[in-house]
Nanobody
Framework: QVQLVESGGGLVQAGGSLRLSCAAS????????MGWHRQAPGKQRELVAV???????NYADSVKGRFTISRDNAKKTVYLQMNSLKPEDTAVYYC????????WGQGTQVTVSS
């Protein structure tokens, strides 16, 4: 059983930056992929970025070059550095760990004003 707690969301102007954190507690997550999804109002939840246990990363096309995912296995934490934010990045951001079944965080709101 893994519990996830996200932090770092907030309100920022377009062009600004935010850093999201997701801390896991409970079982180790060293061998699991960790990632971030987001859900905007009226839209389906979508993958933003994922990092596997080897450090290999994958990004949605819409965030490539602007967002960076990283992890600290000693702290059981995954991060999402978000730069050059756009209003269309506004969403609730959810942390995910690929346990069976998957573990989700409660979400953190990111709002980008124009």
């Amino acid at each position: 059983q893994v519990q996830l707690v996200e932090s770092g969301g907030g309100l920022v102007q377009a062009g600004g930056s935010l850093r999201l954190s997701c801390a896991a507690s409970g079982s180790t997550v060293r061998n699991n992929a960790m990632g971030w999804h987001r859900q905007a109002p009226g839209k389906q939840r979508e993958l933003v970025a994922v990092i596997n246990s080897f450090g290999t990363t994958n990004y949605a096309d819409s965030v490539k070059g602007r967002f960076t995912i990283s992890r600290d296995n000693a702290k059981k934490t995954v991060y999402l550095q978000m730069n050059s934010l756009k209003p269309e990045d506004t969403a609730v951001y959810y942390c995910l760990v690929t346990t069976i079944p998957p573990s989700w965080g409660q979400g953190t709101q990111v709002t980008v004003s124009s």
